[in-house]
């Protein structure tokens, strides 16, 4: 398709991108989590692997339990159908698709995020919580709520992310900023935050921290009340709606500040915008009518059908 030449609403239906080979971009504590903790099965797991490099296969079964390895064997001994086998491979790549993004394509998700603007209130109201002070963003991605820290005073930041390829992105704009100093990058995950026992004032998250356990949850929540100084707080910024029965039932104070205009997505260009649908939003035919009728690469959250970054809920820790 040329360059400047729009696709048309049937031509942007979502096809996932990925292939099985890819799964061999994780590191051996990232398989071994995501492994644990999808929702495909065993023998969904197994059928996908049909024809799979040796390789993966080595890797994947290094990782199983004997419980899951002896699940796996009895799989690959069934003689699978090419449907049976299609739909498995289906079910496991659009199970890893986010992971997989954050790994393997983290330039297209820093595209997406990059224009995600977070309501200024946020920070201008944590700001006395940052300024001079210690503050781990975990889940940092590419740096988004680690560079607004230091905007608003931080004295030093700990971005801790478990994907290299976003940590890539992340140093690549450390390098380009004055007072490198101030952020100090870790691989890490929540539930293994790589800090001391009380060595921060304040812990964050920016729309990465979620209930379930394997990204944030009861460990995460733990593991963040940890490294937090008594008196300080933990703060998620643009939680899940689906999550704020669970921040409420664990001691969190929410915050939605009002909004005096629609909240956008502002893409850098259509191309990014166009390439942003079509990874992360094609199953919302919307998204692209919008686009197409416009002609500006921005997108309304309420088009795209998901609450706009103008909230956070936060917790003092009491020790």
């Known amino acids: 398709m040329e360059a400047n030449v729009l696709p048309t609403d049937n031509e ?15 590191d051996d504590p990232t398989l071994h989590r995501l492994l644990h903790s999808s929702d495909f099965t065993i023998e969904q ?22 419980e899951q390895r ?4 009895h799989a690959r001994d069934h003689s699978a159908t090419c449907s049976e086998i299609q739909c498995a491979l289906r079910s496991v790549l659009d199970s890893l698709f986010w992971e997989l993004t954050y790994w393997k394509t983290p330039h297209l998700y820093d595209q997406l995020t990059s224009g995600e603007h977070l309501h200024p209130g946020i920070f201008l109201n944590l700001e006395p919580d940052i300024r001079g002070k210690t503050i781990l963003d975990v889940g940092a991605g590419s ?7 230091v905007r608003h005073g931080a004295a030093l930041v700990y971005a801790v992310e478990p994907s290299t390829g976003l940590l890539r992105i992340l140093r690549q704009k450390l390098a380009r900023q004055a007072d490198k100093s101030r952020v100090v ?15 921060v004032d304040l812990a964050l998250s920016c729309s990465a921290f979620t209930s379930s356990p394997e990204q944030g949850g009861e460990p ?30 664990h001691g969190f104070q929410y915050v939605a500040l009002p909004v005096q205009r629609e909240m956008y997505i502002h893409f850098r260009s259509m191309q990014s ?35 706009p970054p103008c909230d956070y809920c936060w917790r003092e820790v009491v020790k």
Not at 70 to 73: N, P
Not at 143 to 149: I, Q, V
Not at 221 to 248: F, N, S
């Open 220 to 249: 995460g929540l733990a593991e963040m009340q940890r490294v937090t100084r008594p008196g300080g707080k933990i703060v998620l910024i643009w939680p899940r709606v689906k999550d704020h029965l669970w921040l409420v039932e």
């Open 185 to 199: 990058v870790h691989t890490g995950t929540f539930d293994a935050l790589p800090l001391a026992e009380n060595s």
């Open 45 to 66: 797991l197994a059928y996908s692997l049909h024809g799979a490099p040796p390789a993966l296969l080595w890797r994947i079964w290094r990782q199983l339990s004997p």
């Open 12 to 26: 942007i239906a979502f096809a996932n991108p990925f292939h099985i080979e890819d799964v061999m971009v994780f």
């Open 143 to 149: 740096g988004r709520a680690s560079f607004e820290c």
């Open 70 to 73: 002896t699940q796996f064997l």
């Open 273 to 307: 915008a166009l390439a942003c649908v079509r990874r992360f939003y094609a199953r919302n035919r919307a998204a692209l009518r919008y686009l197409l009728a416009t002609q500006r690469p921005e997108i309304p959250f309420s088009i795209l059908g998901i609450n």
